[in-house]
């Protein structure tokens, strides 16, 4: 399964069903998306689906919080205190926001924010744990890399994150979500917590 924003497990996409389904827009089977909290053309959503077809045609989008505000089927706009307004915003291609709404969600405690970096979207590419940080580090020094990924003020969960290194995903309560930059290769994080 191919999105423009993201490399991370399907079992990470939030809102896509395990089972075959009927899209309620076009009328085909496959795995589809719940469009309950999506945003379809048309405004009954409750209990409808949205297969891959449709989303790769735009047929629904999602809408995604991100660093430099909320991108809605309206644009992008600041919603938050915490969303940026950078001046490179105003000159984003309208093929970086587009790519973006066919992009899913990915699962989280709160609502997931999308990091962004060299005036771009960055790819998700997973919920990690100490472990993974550990495996993508150059040297083995997984401490290390969380640190140079993640900002001054998020650095003191390392050890709690230790702490629920053996634990599966489900039962973690904190969740570190990961990104690289599809043009420096930088990675980016932050974690959320239940």
């Known amino acids: 399964m191919q999105f423009p924003y993201w490399d991370a497990p399907e079992e990470q996409i939030d809102l ?19 469009l309950e909290y999506i945003y379809p053309e048309h405004s009954e959503k409750e209990g409808k689906k949205g297969c891959l077809d449709c989303l790769k045609t735009g047929r629904f989008t999602f809408s995604h919080d ?8 309206d644009g992008l706009r600041k919603e938050y205190k915490h969303n940026l307004e950078p001046a ?10 587009e790519n973006l709404r066919r992009t899913p969600f990915f699962i989280s405690y709160q ?12 790819i998700f ?15 083995g020094d997984g401490r290390a890399l969380f640190i140079e990924m993640t900002d001054p ?9 230790a702490k629920e290194s053996g634990l599966p995903l489900s039962k973690r309560s904190i969740w570190y979500h990961a990104f690289k930059c599809p043009h420096c290769q930088r990675l980016r994080g932050y974690w959320d917590c239940d």
């Open 88 to 97: 490179w915003t105003k000159h984003l291609p309208e093929l970086y926001l």
């Open 125 to 139: 590419i997973g919920t990690w744990g100490t472990i993974d940080f550990h495996l993508n580090s150059e040297n």
């Open 111 to 122: 609502q997931g924010l999308w990091l962004t970096h060299c005036q771009d979207f960055m």
């Open 16 to 34: 896509l069903s395990k089972n075959v389904e009927v899209c309620s827009l076009c009328g085909q089977k496959g795995q589809c998306f719940e």
């Open 153 to 161: 003020s998020m650095q003191e969960i390392w050890p709690f994150m």
């Open 66 to 73: 991100t660093e430099i505000g909320l991108l809605n089927k």
